[in-house]
């Protein structure tokens, strides 16, 4: 097993992901009349009235002993396993604090990501509406890899890198050159994973920055579903069926490839642990299974709220056990 890492400074640099190619349209607009789209305009005004300094509106003297509970241990891949019972104590903890530097830096990786895409999106969607909510995001998202850097960075002393499930993931949104796909990859699959996972942290975490981060992230996150949500709600209907079933297969293909970034082979490598040995503890997890489920609470009534949930894709979602969450209830004020 890995020996405990200690918090602070001088990280050695991760691998650069490798040069993504990029090709889309650049859309100007020349109409620039306002109320065409006004849940976009609200959801823009909002965002102005919503910044917040990373810097200023968080206290960063709070002192965070990275080998504490801060996550709750059940988001351990192997949480209650044979593998867990077996561990000493010094295994376990150092297991925890992998645990956690590894899903923080997949916020980090994934908020990089988004900061990306959302500079796209500026440039590739048509409407001026979503052109000035857009370049909110921009700003949020910036605001996001800073804050996640500087925790990982100060209060962590560890960092991971990209899972290759959300780095190919990555890969395909950033590269594509439909701006619709662009948002429902981002908007709607990666943004609606992580606003389950940051809704179930600030519920259960026992460190106060990282609590009061998380709200921070939240509100901004729940915007930038709604956005998505938004912009995409009156588009698949407008669309073939031949367009739609393609929508509705990147999607299904996004869930199954967040679910398995979560089986996190980098933990396991990192602690001595064999990776046959890891999946086959993590393949068994009921709780790993609750857990990653769980975080699809978001997703799916958005994908059957934009149309992408028809008769012949459902029976493959309901393979993955997250047809039950379509009827989730979609809380954002701004829908």
């Known amino acids: 097993m890995g020996a405990v890492a200690k918090g602070g400074a001088g990280m050695e640099p991760l691998d650069p992901i490798p040069h993504v190619p990029t090709r889309y349209d650049t859309r100007f607009t020349m109409d620039y009349a306002k109320g065409k789209q006004p849940q976009l305009a609200r959801l823009y005004e909002k965002a102005k009235k919503e910044q917040w300094n990373a810097a200023l509106d968080l206290d960063w003297s709070i002192e965070v002993d990275p080998q504490l509970e801060n996550f709750p241990d059940s988001m351990i891949p192997v949480y209650g396993t044979p593998l867990w019972k077996g561990m000493s104590r ?32 500026v440039n590739t969607v048509p409407d001026y509406d979503a052109k000035l909510y857009a370049s909110t995001q921009v700003v949020d998202e910036g605001r996001h890899v800073e804050v996640y850097n500087r925790y990982i960075q100060d209060k962590m002393g560890t960092m991971f ?11 395909d949104i950033l590269g594509e050159s439909r701006w619709d796909m662009k948002y429902l990859g981002m908007q709607i699959l990666i943004e609606g994973l992580a606003l389950g996972a940051f809704g179930m942290i ?5 460190e106060p920055l990282l609590r009061e981060l998380t709200r921070y992230v939240m509100k901004d996150e729940s915007r930038h579903v709604a956005f998505g949500v938004i912009a995409l709600e009156d588009v698949y209907n407008t669309m073939s069926r031949e367009e739609v079933r393609e929508r509705e297969e990147f999607a299904y293909q996004g869930c199954v490839q967040l679910r398995d970034r979560f089986i996190a082979y980098e933990i396991a490598r990192k602690n001595g642990i064999p990776e046959e040995m890891w999946l086959r503890q993590v393949t068994n997890s009921k709780l790993l299974l609750e857990f990653q489920q769980l975080l699809f609470t978001r997703i799916m009534p958005c994908l059957k709220r934009i149309g992408l949930l028809s008769d012949e894709i ?6 993955l056990g997250l047809l039950k969450f379509q009827n989730a209830p979609l809380d954002f004020a701004d829908l």
């Open 161 to 171: 890198p990209i899972n290759p499930n959300l780095q190919s993931m990555l890969n």
């Open 202 to 206: 600030h519920k259960t975490t026992k």
């Open 90 to 121: 010094e295994q376990r903890i150092a297991l925890r604090l992998d645990s956690a530097s590894w899903i923080l830096s997949q916020f980090l990786h994934g908020e990089q990501g988004a900061l990306l895409t959302t500079a796209q999106i």
């Open 314 to 319: 459902k029976p493959r979602f309901q393979e």
